[in-house]
């Protein structure tokens, strides 16, 4: 296939914008970009997609996310509202994964599939809970990600907080779908699995050494890290140690690991962490919506952590995180000199790109040779001019998620001219109305009977 008439945005390093251009993709690679008219002469033959003068770019990769948690939108939580994060974690979210079926898992994951190929979204880390349909809830998600054709790393979150059978169930899912991608390579390569756990304060010793012993060679683990101070009080009462001296001590933390939020560590650990050559995901929206804090984003950069940007089940619309982000540590520090653009262009771009290419074993998240053809069309028409130097700020003042018209992974389209290829948005819409009603009737029953 030959992409036409595209002004390309390749974020490599450093990054080039190139005007009429051509792309050319050959299973479901990036073969060769080149000037259109020259392209054109020498692949006369191609199928071609135009993309009419609009910005093509590679998709957006979202580090950390919970498909799991889409039918929270709009739900009316009982009694007085949650003052911190346990109790977010008690009235909202512990009662709301409780009442997921299997198949409000698959609906869920669908529904954030299309908000995500809608708005330029290629890639995405989940993070999964079901208490109540544990086994095979990877298989459903899964499912939902080959149909809809993007790319997506799935793994289950261990916890004691449901007790131990509950706790090995998720250890089983865990290592059963890890072994589950390796042999079948299911979604041509376009799945991946980490080992999942919930988060230092609801898991014990003896779960966590059961995890690390579990967990296949290699793999890495996708788990929450001192997102809430009350994280950390956990685990210094239960262990004496801080959460990363905790993890590190268990051997949670290796270069395939990925460690969400971390907002209330300390030098120490942050030491550890880039020691450790883990990720760690930045997720500000969320961050202030839970009022946990801001984590010290621009010091673990210093200190050479690669740390990457996710949406922690907030929209897909990547460019809105890039925003908050950019934003959230001028207000926290009232220092307008905070967070640039090219610190917000690190995460999101580059660093998101790295975890990307490591998790998926091939390039992805950058428009060159060999590359994963995972690309987006932006129909942005600036009225000031585009270097390949000022576009972090056309991205984070100019660029809408509504501006994606086209959505393509591994050379498939997925959506062209704004309409959906792989997925009936409005099928899928109706049918996770009707399941979602029966998931709030579970979620209110569980919170009249104090079942958190
Ligand atoms: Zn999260």
Same mark, same amino acid.
């Given at each position: 296939?030959?992409?036409? =008439?595209?002004?390309?945005?390749?974020?490599?390093?450093?990054?080039?914008?190139?005007?009429? *251009?051509?792309? !050319?993709?050959?299973?479901?690679?990036?073969?060769?970009?080149?000037?259109?008219?020259?392209?054109?002469?020498?692949?006369?033959?191609?199928?071609?997609?135009?993309?009419?003068?609009?910005? #093509?770019?590679?998709?957006?990769?979202? $580090?950390?996310?919970?498909?799991?948690?889409?039918?929270?939108?709009?739900?009316?939580?009982?009694?007085?509202?949650?003052?911190?994060?346990?109790?977010?974690?008690?009235?909202?979210?512990?009662?709301?994964? %409780?009442?997921?079926?299997?198949?409000?898992?698959?609906?869920?994951?669908?529904?954030?599939?299309?908000?995500?190929?809608?708005?330029?979204?290629?890639?995405?880390?989940?993070?999964?809970?079901?208490?109540? $349909?544990?086994?095979?809830?990877?298989?459903?998600?899964?499912?939902?990600?080959?149909?809809?054709?993007?790319?997506?790393?799935?793994?289950?979150?261990?916890?004691?907080?449901?007790?131990?059978? %509950?706790?090995?169930? &998720?250890?089983?899912?865990?290592?059963?779908?890890?072994?589950?991608?390796?042999?079948?390579?299911?979604? &041509? /390569?376009?799945?991946?699995?980490?080992?999942?756990?919930?988060?230092?304060?609801?898991?014990?010793?003896?779960?966590?050494? +059961?995890?690390?012993?579990? $967990?296949?060679?290699?793999?890495?683990?996708?788990?929450?890290?001192?997102?809430?101070?009350?994280?950390?009080?956990?685990?210094?009462?239960?262990?004496?140690?801080?959460?990363?001296?905790?993890?590190?001590?268990?051997?949670?933390?290796?270069?395939?690991?990925?460690? +969400?939020?971390?907002? =209330?560590?300390?030098?120490?650990?942050?030491?550890?962490?880039?020691?450790?050559?883990?990720?760690?995901?930045?997720?500000?929206?969320?961050?202030?919506?839970?009022?946990?804090?801001?984590? *010290?984003?621009?010091?673990? @950069?210093?200190?050479?952590?690669?740390?990457?940007? /996710?949406?922690?089940?907030?929209?897909?619309?990547?460019?809105?995180?890039?925003?908050?982000?950019?934003?959230?540590? %001028?207000?926290?520090?009232?220092?307008?000199?905070?967070?640039?653009?090219?610190?917000?262009?690190?995460?999101?771009?580059?660093?998101?790109?790295?975890?990307?290419?490591?998790?998926?074993?091939?390039?992805?998240?950058?428009?060159?040779?060999?590359?994963?053809?995972?690309?987006?069309?932006?129909?942005?028409?600036?009225?000031?001019? @585009?270097?390949?130097?000022?576009?972090?700020? =056309?991205?984070?003042?100019?660029?809408?998620?509504?501006?994606?018209?086209?959505?393509? #992974?591994?050379?498939?389209? !997925?959506?062209?001219?704004?309409?959906?290829?792989? @997925?009936?948005?409005?099928?899928?819409?109706? %049918?996770?109305?009707?399941?979602?009603?029966?998931?709030?009737?579970?979620?209110?029953?569980?919170?009249? *009977?104090?079942?958190?």
């Amino acid at each position: 296939m030959l992409i036409t =008439h595209a002004n390309l945005i390749t974020w490599e390093s450093p990054n080039r914008i190139l005007e009429d *251009q051509a792309v !050319l993709i050959e299973n479901g690679l990036i073969k060769e970009l080149g000037g259109m008219a020259d392209m054109a002469a020498r692949h006369p033959a191609e199928e071609r997609l135009d993309a009419r003068g609009q910005y #093509v770019m590679p998709g957006n990769i979202c $580090a950390h996310t919970h498909f799991y948690g889409a039918f929270a939108r709009g739900m009316a939580i009982p009694g007085p509202a949650a003052a911190n994060f346990p109790e977010i974690l008690e009235k909202l979210w512990w009662p709301l994964d %409780k009442s997921l079926s299997n198949e409000d898992v698959f609906y869920s994951a669908l529904v954030c599939l299309v908000d995500a190929i809608r708005h330029g979204t290629t890639t995405l880390i989940d993070h999964h809970a079901s208490p109540f $349909a544990i086994p095979g809830s990877l298989d459903e998600i899964a499912a939902a990600v080959d149909m809809a054709g993007v790319r997506a790393a799935l793994c289950y979150e261990v916890t004691d907080r449901d007790g131990p059978e %509950k706790a090995l169930a &998720g250890i089983k899912e865990n290592v059963r779908f890890i072994e589950r991608v390796k042999r079948d390579k299911p979604a &041509g /390569g376009r799945l991946a699995a980490h080992f999942g756990l919930h988060a230092s304060l609801s898991l014990s010793e003896e779960t966590l050494a +059961a995890c690390r012993q579990a $967990a296949p060679e290699g793999t890495g683990f996708h788990i929450h890290v001192a997102e809430d101070i009350s994280d950390e009080y956990d685990s210094l009462a239960k262990c004496g140690q801080r959460v990363v001296d905790r993890l590190a001590r268990h051997q949670l933390l290796n270069a395939n690991s990925i460690v +969400a939020h971390a907002v =209330h560590v300390d030098g120490r650990e942050m030491a550890l962490l880039a020691e450790s050559g883990c990720r760690v995901t930045h997720q500000p929206r969320s961050n202030m919506n839970n009022a946990v804090g801001v984590a *010290q984003v621009e010091s673990m @950069l210093r200190l050479g952590i690669p740390v990457c940007l /996710g949406n922690d089940g907030f929209s897909n619309a990547m460019w809105e995180e890039w925003k908050a982000a950019y934003l959230v540590h %001028k207000l926290w520090n009232r220092d307008p000199r905070r967070m640039g653009g090219y610190d917000v262009t690190r995460l999101a771009v580059d660093n998101n790109a790295a975890l990307a290419s490591s998790v998926f074993g091939s390039p992805v998240g950058v428009l060159a040779a060999g590359a994963q053809a995972d690309l987006i069309f932006v129909d942005y028409h600036p009225y000031t001019p @585009l270097t390949a130097g000022n576009l972090p700020w =056309h991205i984070l003042f100019g660029f809408h998620e509504s501006m994606v018209t086209a959505t393509i #992974v591994s050379g498939k389209v !997925l959506m062209y001219d704004r309409e959906l290829k792989t @997925l009936d948005e409005e099928a899928i819409a109706r %049918k996770a109305r009707q399941l979602s009603v029966q998931t709030w009737e579970r979620y209110n029953r569980r919170m009249e *009977q104090n079942l958190s």
